[in-house]
C-alpha cells in the first residue's frame, strides 16, 4: 500500500508513509539480535565460551556424534547453568572480588549476580556471558570470575570424576598386584617342598581326595568373596553414578514433552503459521490491512503464549525428572550395595565352616598331599587375579586416554578491562 501511495504521487500519503517505513525500520533494527550483541560487545565486559557440537574423545568407539536438536538442549542446559547458585557461589569464594565496591555492600550477592550475569547466543556454537552494567574493571573482574568458576564447577566436571576414578582403581591394581606378588611367593615355597619329599603312596592319595574337595571349596568361597568385596568397594565409594547424566536428563523432559498437549498445540500452530505465511508471500499485491495478516498477528500472539507455558512446563518437569531419576539411580545403587552385603556375609559363614572342617581333617592328610592341593589352587588363583589385573589395567588405560580429549567446552575470549 506505501508503494503505491507513492507511485501516485499522493503527497498527504507518501508523508505518512515516509513516517511507516522508518518506524519499521527503527524496530526492525531493536529486534535485531546481530545488533543488539554488538552494543552489548561495545558497552559491556564479557567472555565467550566455545561449545563442540558433539563431544571430543579420542576412542572411536565412544564417540558418537549428537544430533542437532541434542545440541540445542546441552547448550541451553550449559546457558542456565552458568547463573545457577553453585556457580556464582564458587566465584564468590574469590575473596578478591568480594572486596570490589560493587559486591562489598550487597546484602545478597548471589541474586545480585544471578541478576546482571546475562548469557546470549552470538553464534550457533559459542555463549557470551555480559554484565548488565556499564563497562568496568571491576565488571570485568566479575565475568571472568564467573567464567572461571563455571568452568571449573560444570564444563571440567566430567574429566574430573574420570582422573578420579583412574585413581581409585590405580589403588586397586596395587593391592592386586601385592596379593599376586604374595602368592608367587608361596607358591614357589610349595613347589619346592613339594619336590624335596618326592611320591605319595597310596593312603596318601586317599587321604588326599577328601581334602582336595575342601580345599577346592575354600579356593571357590574365597574368590567370590574377593570380587564381591571389590564390587561392594566400588559401589559403596564411586557415588558419582548415583547423579543421572544431563543429557539423560534433558532426553527424558524432550520425550514427555512430545506427549504434551501444549507442546502438540505449539507445533501445530507453527505449521499453520508457516503456511499463512508463505500464502502471504506468494500474494505480491495484497495489502497489510487484508485478512491474512490479521491471521497471522493471532497466530503469532498465540505462539507466544504456548511457548511461555511450555517454558513454564519444561522447567517443572527438569525438577521432577531429575529427582526422580536421582532417586531411582540411588535406589538400585543401594540395592545392589545390600545385594552384595548378604552375599559376602554368606560367604564369610561358608568359609569359616570349611576351614573348621578342614581343620578336623587335617591330620589324615600328610603334608606332601596338602602341598600337592596348595599347589594346583595356588595356580588357578594365580591365574584368576592375572585376569582381574588385566581388566583393571584396561579400564585404567581407557580412562587415562579419555583424560587426554578436549573439553566439550573451552573458553574464547575472556573478558578485556576498558
Known amino acids: 500500500m ?3 501511495a507513492l507511485l501516485r504521487g499522493d503527497p498527504v500519503r507518501m508523508f505518512y508513509g515516509l513516517i511507516l517505513l522508518v518506524a519499521i525500520g527503527g524496530a526492525g533494527c531493536e529486534r535485531n539480535p546481530e545488533a543488539r550483541i554488538r552494543r552489548m560487545q561495545e558497552t559491556r565486559a564479557y567472555a565467550e565460551v566455545h561449545i563442540t557440537p558433539s563431544p571430543r574423545l579420542l576412542l572411536p568407539q565412544t564417540d558418537k556424534a549428537a544430533p542437532p536438536e541434542d545440541f540445542q538442549v546441552y547448550r541451553e542446559t550449559q546457558a542456565r547453568l552458568v547463573k545457577s547458585p553453585f556457580v556464582l557461589n564458587a566465584a564468590l569464594r574469590d575473596q578478591n572480588l568480594t572486596k570490589l565496591e560493587i559486591l562489598r555492600d550487597q546484602p545478597h550477592p548471589i541474586d545480585f549476580l544471578e541478576e546482571h ?5 552470538p553464534a550457533t556454537e559459542f555463549l557470551m556471558v555480559s554484565f548488565n552494567g556499564p563497562h568496568s574493571k571491576e565488571t570485568t573482574k ?21 582422573a578420579q576414578r583412574a585413581r581409585d582403581l590405580e589403588k586397586a591394581h ?35 581326595e577328601f581334602a582336595d574337595s575342601l580345599r577346592k571349596e575354600v579356593a571357590q568361597t574365597a574368590l567370590k568373596l574377593l570380587r564381591d568385596r571389590a564390587r561392594l568397594a566400588i559401589v559403596s565409594v564411586d557415588t558419582a553414578k548415583v547423579f543421572p547424566r544431563q543429557d539423560e536428563i534433558d532426553a527424558e523432559i524432550r520425550r514427555q514433552l512430545e506427549q504434551d498437549a501444549v507442546y502438540a498445540a505449539l507445533v501445530a500452530r507453527q505449521s499453520v503459521a508457516q503456511l499463512l505465511r508463505a500464502d502471504d508471500q506468494s500474494a505480491d499485491d495484497q495489502s497489510a490491512d487484508d485478512e491474512p495478516h490479521g491471521q497471522i498477528r493471532d497466530f503469532d500472539q498465540e505462539l507466544s503464549a504456548i511457548e511461555k507455558v511450555l517454558a513454564a512446563r519444561q522447567e517443572k518437569l527438569r525438577e521432577r525428572v531429575s529427582a526422580r531419576m536421582q532417586n531411582a539411580a540411588e535406589n538400585a545403587r543401594q540395592e545392589r550395595k545390600a545385594e552384595l552385603e548378604q552375599a559376602i556375609a554368606v560367604n564369610e559363614r561358608l568359609t569359616a565352616q570349611l576351614h573348621e572342617e578342614l581343620a578336623r581333617n587335617q591330620p589324615e592328610a600328610p603334608a606332601t598331599a596338602a602341598w600337592a592341593v596348595d599347589l594346583d589352587l595356588l595356580r588357578d588363583e594365580l591365574e584368576q587375579l592375572r585376569g582381574i589385573d588385566r581388566e583393571i589395567t584396561d579400564q585404567i588405560i581407557r580412562l587415562k586416554v579419555e583424560e587426554g580429549a578436549e573439553s566439550r567446552v573451552k573458553l574464547y575470549r575472556k573478558a578485556d578491562s576498558p
Do not use: W
Open 174 to 208: 596395587a593391592d592386586v598386584d601385592e596379593e599376586i606378588k604374595k602368592k608367587m611367593r608361596h607358591f614357589r615355597r610349595l613347589a619346592t617342598d613339594l619336590t624335596a619329599n618326592g611320591a605319595r603312596s597310596e593312603k596318601q592319595k586317599f587321604a588326599l
Open 2 to 4: 506505501i508503494a503505491k
Open 142 to 162: 566479575i565475568v571472568n570470575a564467573v567464567i572461571d568458576a563455571y568452568l571449573v564447577e560444570v564444563a571440567n566436571r566430567e574429566s574430573s570424576l574420570r
Open 117 to 121: 550475569i546475562e548469557v546470549d547466543v
